[in-house]
Structure formats: structure tokens, C-alpha cells
Nanobody, 130 residues
Framework: QVQLVESGGGLVQPGGSLRLSCTAS????????VGWFRQAPGKEREGVSY???????YYAESVKGRFTISRDFAKNTVTLQMNSLKHEDTGVYYC????????????????????????WGQGTQVSVSS
């Protein structure tokens, strides 16, 4: 059974940092593009970051320069390092995986749309508050 499990969320003050992890079981993330999405109360889900390879990543404009996405092949995990957090980063963060041999590449610097992912995690809450 395939599972994606997010971890690392929590409460942090503005300017602080969190490191989110998306760990997979039942599949090997090497062959998958992995995206991070978030949803704030009363708002639509938005794409935050995406990784196909170390040279093909995407960041929403609102997080560029503050968030970094990376893979840990040994741990079958994708992490999202979030620095200089702001109130508006608050929300539930979800990771999702799309099988790239089937889906194909998005092209450099683009994110696979949310409706094309094969698997989703349950989400982890990130709250930025003073």
C-alpha cells in the first residue's frame, strides 16, 4: 500500500524556520515528481514547490528565496526547508507524488498541476504566529 506521510509542521514565530518532510512507503520516490501544496483557511489550495530533479524545481513567487525543496534518496523523502516564515505561510501543507515515466516532464521550472498527481499525503499544519 502506498503512503505519503508529511511531518515537521508546527507553530513558529514570524521569521522562524520549519523543515517539512514527505516520506513515502510502498513506492520509490526516485521516479516521481513531488509537489508541496498548502491550503489556508477559507482559501484555495495552492502549489508551493515542486521537484522533478535537482536541476528541475519550481517555487511559487511568494516563497522564492525562502523555501528550498530537496530529495533524500536514501530516506525516500522529499523535504521542504522553510525559512523566514510569514503569517501568510500558515496553512495545511500537503505533499503529492506523480509518476514521471507516465506523466512526462513539465519542462524546467514548472509544476505539475494538482489534478495530475497519483498520491497525496494527509497534510501537516504549519502555523506562523507571534
Amino acid at each position: 500500500q502506498v503512503q505519503l506521510v508529511e511531518s515537521g509542521g508546527g507553530l513558529v514565530q514570524p521569521g522562524g524556520s520549519l523543515r517539512l518532510s514527505c516520506t513515502a512507503s510502498g513506492l520509490t520516490l526516485d521516479a516521481y515528481g513531488v509537489g508541496w501544496f498548502r491550503q489556508a483557511p477559507g482559501k484555495e489550495r495552492e502549489g508551493v514547490s515542486y521537484i522533478a530533479s535537482s536541476t528541475n524545481t519550481y517555487y511559487a513567487e511568494s516563497v522564492k528565496g525562502r523555501f528550498t525543496i530537496s530529495r533524500d534518496f536514501a530516506k525516500n523523502t522529499v523535504t521542504l526547508q522553510m525559512n523566514s516564515l510569514k503569517h501568510e505561510d500558515t496553512g495545511v501543507y500537503y505533499c503529492a507524488a506523480v509518476f514521471l515515466p507516465r506523466r512526462g516532464s513539465t519542462g524546467r521550472g514548472k509544476m505539475v498541476p494538482a489534478n495530475e498527481y497519483d498520491y497525496w499525503g494527509q497534510g501537516t499544519q504549519v502555523s506562523v504566529s507571534s
